[in-house]
């Protein structure tokens, strides 16, 4: 399998319809996983708190990454009407571009956040590389936010 079949294949696993259900399991089930591990780690000072909390947020890391390939749900009416702005931020191309960069931006954030607890070379500078990052994509959610806020379908549910 070449590098474009193994992304369409991830693409197609990460949107059918059973993988919501798991990923939800899985995530919740992860941060159990994490939580314990940092009540051994720090709070008992337990050393299979390091085996868990590499568990627990290396899989909370990886479907952060696997969110990456989500398509983004949300519709738009189009309108004449709408500005130039409105016209940019409810476009098919920037919903995949910040869903992207949430993902990466995410699965990163978290493994520096591992590396980081324990004391691992290299933690820093993921998470100096990380937090602008995601202080950009928060800046554009909150952006498309206000300009679409009025755009959104009546029977859309949050």
Known sequence: MG????LVFIERLVNSAGYERFSK????????VTLVAVLLKYMQHQPG??????IGMGGLGMFAYLS????PKVSYQTSPHMTGAQRFFTSKG???FMCKLDGYGTSLGLIGLLFKLNHWPGGTKMLYLV?????I???LHLVKYLLTRDLRPTNYKE
């Open 3 to 6: 590098r474009l079949s193994n």
């Open 25 to 32: 399991f899985c995530i919740k089930a992860f941060s159990a």
């Open 49 to 54: 708190g390091t085996i868990l909390l590499i």
């Open 68 to 71: 990456s390939f989500r398509q």
């Open 94 to 96: 920037l919903a995949n």
């Open 131 to 135: 937090v602008p990052t995601l202080l």
């Open 137 to 139: 994509v928060g800046i």
